[in-house]
């Protein structure tokens, strides 16, 4: 991964920061992925996962999931109600997601895919 993002470079769009977009990525492509207008390619289910474990995981998934084209995946967290230390897959997930460089945007799931639970993320096209 490249260096982490400034407060020049990136925006968190809600006050739980479960929508995120990088700096000069258009609103528009932010809220089509909020409405699930692009429908994932793969997903990554991270249950069960220490946060190192789903950590390396996710960084992989990203990885594998790079398609040289604007990709949609999906990655469920779960939403950390049954931990005694809170969320901390979820929010695992999406600092790495707004650290890493090939992440354009992510949002939170619609309610019929996970909601809270689970994020879509917006893949660059190389």
Do not use: W
């Amino acid at each position: 991964m490249g260096p982490l993002p400034t407060e020049e470079t990136s925006q968190i769009n809600t006050d739980d920061g479960s929508t995120h977009r990088k700096n000069g990525v258009q609103l528009r492509l932010v809220q089509k992925l909020k409405r699930g207008q692009f429908k994932p390619i793969d997903q990554l289910d991270l249950h069960n996962m220490t946060t190192t474990e789903g950590y390396q995981a996710l960084l992989q998934f990203i990885h594998d999931s790079a398609r040289g084209t604007l990709t949609c995946i999906r990655v469920i967290h779960g939403k950390g109600l049954r931990s005694s230390q809170g969320p901390r897959l979820k929010n695992m997930t999406r600092q790495l997601l707004r650290e890493h460089p090939e992440v354009l945007a992510f949002s939170a799931c619609k309610p019929a895919n996970g909601g809270d639970g689970a994020t879509d993320v917006l893949l660059r096209s190389s």
